[in-house]
T-cell receptor
Framework: DGGITQSPKYLFRKEGQNVTLSCEQN?????MYWYRQDPGQGLRLIYY???????QKGDIAEGYSVSREKKESFPLTVTSAQKNPTAFYLC???????????FGPGTRLTVL | SQQGEEDPQALSIQEGENATMNCSYK?????LQWYRQNSGRGLVHLIL?????REKHSGRLRVTLDTSKKSSSLLITASRAADTASYFC????????????FGKGITLSVRP
């Protein structure tokens, strides 16, 4: 059963804490992406990775960090430096040479 | 800033009617894609149209692209209640590190 998974579905965090969101894919895709979605808004790109051990900042990278040690995994850490982290976070992957992105189900992060 | 701007922001139609959604963008693109999102879920890819294509069909979906006007339209024919969702256009720029830029989306409600 191929696809892209994100965990957890819901995450609560206290102010000042770092938290890591998981994203795993078994589609053998080279490229992976993290987006943030706020209510009534489109998706904004946080970080992306075209290949293992390489990643680039997107449009709103401040307060976030990522790693890409394995092809299948692209975890996102929301640090305490992110001023307004409450949002819906979406991970996606894409096969090389294609345009279509496949999305995970998302993680809803709430800062208490 | 967001590249794609969808119009209208919200659309409510009766089941069986056609739904037309528009997207405008600002810079040169490699391709334009339409995605669908059900409430609280990840995005699902609907259709991709390349910059050298003018029209594309997929089932009840018809997409047009006018690069001279930097605009695209998505037509859903014979709509169903299950088509109720948010629809996003996303543009991919040219270049090796091509990434998607999303609009804010259109909320479509199809009344049974």
């Amino acid at each position: 059963d191929g696809g892209i998974t994100q965990s957890p579905k819901y995450l609560f965090r206290k102010e000042g804490q770092n938290v890591t969101l998981s994203c795993e894919q078994n589609l053998n895709h080279d490229a992976m992406y993290w987006y943030r979605q706020d209510p009534g808004q489109g998706l904004r790109l946080i970080y992306y990775s075209q290949i293992v051990n390489d990643f680039q900042k997107g449009d709103i990278a401040e307060g976030y960090s990522v790693s890409r040690e394995k092809k299948e995994s692209f975890p996102l850490t929301v640090t305490s430096a992110q001023k307004n982290p409450t949002a819906f976070y979406l991970c996606a992957s894409r096969a090389s040479g294609t345009g279509e992105q496949f999305f995970g189900p998302g993680t809803r992060l709430t800062v208490l | 800033s967001q590249q794609g701007e969808e119009d209208p922001q919200a659309l409510s139609i009766q089941e069986g009617e056609n739904a037309t959604m528009n997207c405008s963008y600002k810079t040169s693109i490699n391709n334009l894609q339409w995605y669908r999102q059900n409430s609280g879920r990840g995005l699902v890819h609907l259709i991709l149209i390349r910059s050298n294509e003018r029209e594309k069909h997929s089932g009840r979906l018809r997409v047009t692209l006018d690069t001279s006007k930097k605009s695209s339209s998505l037509l859903i024919t014979a709509s169903r209640a299950a088509d109720t969702a948010s629809y996003f256009c996303a543009t991919a720029t040219t270049g090796a590190n091509s990434k998607l830029t999303f609009g804010k989306g259109i909320t479509l409600s199809v009344r049974p």
